[in-house]
């Protein structure tokens, strides 16, 4: 790769989950041989390769690890199933602090069985927070709360727009809780770039993802993001709000693509970086 594009690579990071076809060590080869600096690591694998052996693969290949997914589901009611999230949350803090990562993004989770109350889950998403912020905060670990489209409201993310995200994180200080934004996530919603802006104007932009809204959506929504430029996004308008906020981190590309992971990984993945340069 010619080293104009891999100045354009700079601030490029490739999240796992879009060539999860690939193992680590694989896609840590391949990090190296086409320039991408950083990934954005998901904790099952994670697990599976094991996570010291992660961290240590990841630092001896001077890759950064950008983010760490996910943390969230706080929304239960059940007494012990509160529980039980707080304590996966907190082992999530501990292993992104491990990888050397700085943030961990949060779903927060969806409305509990039987339950129509969205307002109450957003306060029990808030009552974890918290217990978990400063547990994080000791150990150098900001928590990223991803709003998720509105079509995510009922089953994974009652948490819809950034504005509930910040009305969430703004309880807690900047350099605790912050917020996540995904250009397929928030790319409907007008009020988003206002958003941006308060949530850059506060020191809240923790991480930025990227992915394309293509239609028809598949059958299965959440693996219907599309390559970047195949859809209707204007990536570089967001990347512009996000940054005359302030941003100035990593750009990370997240997709959920059935048809994708069916590919070549490393194929995929230099098709990516490709896309990055051009859309980005």
């Not at 807690?172 to 958003?195: I, L, N, R």
């Not at 990370?252 to 490709?274: D, I, P």
């Amino acid at each position: 790769m010619s080293p104009s594009v891999s100045e354009e690579l700079a601030r490029f990071s490739i999240n796992q989950m879009t060539v999860k076809q690939l193992s680590l060590p694989e896609l840590v080869t391949a990090c190296g041989e086409l320039g991408i600096p950083g990934v954005g690591l998901w904790r099952e694998p994670v697990a599976a390769h094991g996570l010291e052996k992660t961290a240590k693969l990841m630092r001896d290949a001077g890759l950064s690890v950008t983010t760490l997914c996910r943390g969230g589901f706080l929304t239960a009611i059940d007494p012990h199933a509160r529980v039980a999230a707080i304590d996966d949350n907190k082992a999530a803090i501990d292993e992104a602090a491990t990888l050397g990562t700085r943030t961990l993004v949060l779903v927060s989770g969806g409305l509990p069985p039987d339950s129509k109350d969205l307002r109450g889950a957003r306060e029990r998403v808030a009552d974890a927070l918290a217990e978990l912020a400063p547990y994080a905060a000791a150990r150098g670990v900001r928590l990223a709360i991803e709003p998720l489209h509105p079509m995510f409201a009922s089953d994974r993310c009652v948490v819809s727009t950034l504005a509930q995200a910040l009305d969430l994180a703004e309880r807690f200080p900047a350099s605790q809780v912050g917020v996540c934004v995904d250009t397929y996530h928030v790319w409907w919603d007008d009020e988003a770039p206002a958003g941006i802006a308060r949530a850059g104007a506060a020191g809240r932009l923790h991480a930025f993802q990227l992915a394309d809204w293509v239609t028809p959506l598949p059958e299965g929504v959440l693996n219907g993001r599309g390559q970047l430029g195949d859809g209707a996004i204007d990536m570089r308008e967001w990347r512009g709000y996000v940054e005359r906020a302030g941003y100035a981190g990593p750009i990370e590309v997240e997709l959920f693509n059935e048809t994708l992971w069916k590919r070549e990984g490393r194929e995929l993945l230099s098709e990516t970086a490709t896309r990055y340069v051009a859309y980005a």
